[in-house]
């Protein structure tokens, strides 16, 4: 009688915890990898990090956790430290030993920080991503990941076919686990990410730092309209005194080249010569301006902007 209500009263206490953990979030689709890359944690001491590992994971789209022999799983902490990714540890598979995690595998890759007095293959994260990503088409990788305090042990480590050295700073170079797992699964998700689109690579890796790159709102300002930018300006800069035709040094050139860095798009020339037109108003010398027309028509179209059209 006092067995079943152990393990009577266990069952009541997993269900009270699983009722507790936060809903997860969407998955961006399947796993990016269709489970063909396993995550493998030994003996992992705080379950928080397990949480966190799931975290990391979901954030670069993986979601094969394997756990072997962890000291306390399920627990609250874990499934708190998730923050979302619950349904990755919903579903981690829980193994006593590391035979267990690897038996159909076809390919090892474990992390390690230090030496060995016999020398193994080694591998930077980049190129573990690569060999993961080719290996994942034969049959399941797994990429495994030991203690907190001591990571994994010889024997463990001679299990696998690579190791896993990641360059941290060599005076300081203990990183936490959900980390480590983070280099990983971000080399994971960036090589996925360069394959997408036919080899052209993914739009989320393409920059976006000026007019004309796929996704900046505005076009840029052509170059008439640019040169009136610049007309305007001197303009401006003559009415306020702060610049002289007969004596101009090097300010008109300065202040090209300042501009000319910015790659302004048609927007904001059309602000800027909006301000220009504003300080003529101020000082009373409007009807100077070497192109009137064309800085009224860019003032209303700036000013349509500042209405909340931007």
């Known amino acids: 009688m006092p067995c079943f209500w152990y393990h009577f009263n266990h069952y009541s206490l997993s269900l009270g915890l699983f009722a507790m953990h936060k809903p997860a979030l969407p998955l961006e689709g399947t796993d990016t990898f269709e489970d063909q890359i396993r995550i493998v944690l030994v003996e992992t001491s705080h379950s928080g990090n397990i949480g966190a590992v ?3 994971m979901k954030n670069m789209g993986l979601g094969n956790l394997w756990l072997v022999n962890p000291n306390s799983f399920p627990d ?4 708190a430290r998730s923050a979302g990714a619950s349904d990755i540890l919903d579903r981690a598979q829980v193994v006593s030993s ?8 076809s390919l090892v890759m474990g992390t390690s920080a ?3 007095k016999v020398p193994w293959p080694v591998i930077a994260p980049p190129e573990a991503a690569v060999a993961a990503a080719e290996n994942a088409v034969n049959g399941p990788v797994a990429l495994v990941f030991g203690r907190e305090n001591h990571g994994l042990s010889n024997d463990e480590l001679q299990r696998c076919h690579y190791h896993i050295h990641i360059p941290s700073n060599p005076d300081y170079s203990s990183l936490n686990l959900a980390m480590a797992v983070q280099v990983m699964c971000y080399e994971l998700r960036m090589h996925h990410l360069r394959g997408l689109e036919g080899g052209e690579g993914s739009p989320y890796l393409k920059p976006m730092t000026a007019p004309g790159d796929p996704g900046w709102d505005v076009p840029p300002a052509p170059v008439n309209d640019v040169e009136g930018f610049f007309g305007h300006l001197e303009q401006v800069l003559v009415d306020v ?3 002289r035709r007969d004596n101009p040094r090097q300010l008109m050139t300065r202040l090209r080249r300042l501009f ?3 790659r302004m798009d048609q927007m904001e020339i059309n602000i800027l010569r909006g301000v220009l037109t504003s300080v003529q108003k101020a000082v009373g010398t409007g009807d100077r301006a070497g192109d009137n027309s064309k800085s009224t028509e860019a003032e209303a179209k700036a000013t349509g902007q500042e209405d909340g059209h931007v």
């Open 54 to 56: 799931a975290r990391a």
């Open 76 to 79: 609250e902490t874990s499934y």
């Open 98 to 105: 590391l035979e267990d995690a690897l038996g159909d595998c």
């Open 114 to 116: 230090r030496g060995r």
């Open 241 to 243: 005194e702060f610049h």
């Open 260 to 262: 000319q860095r910015a």
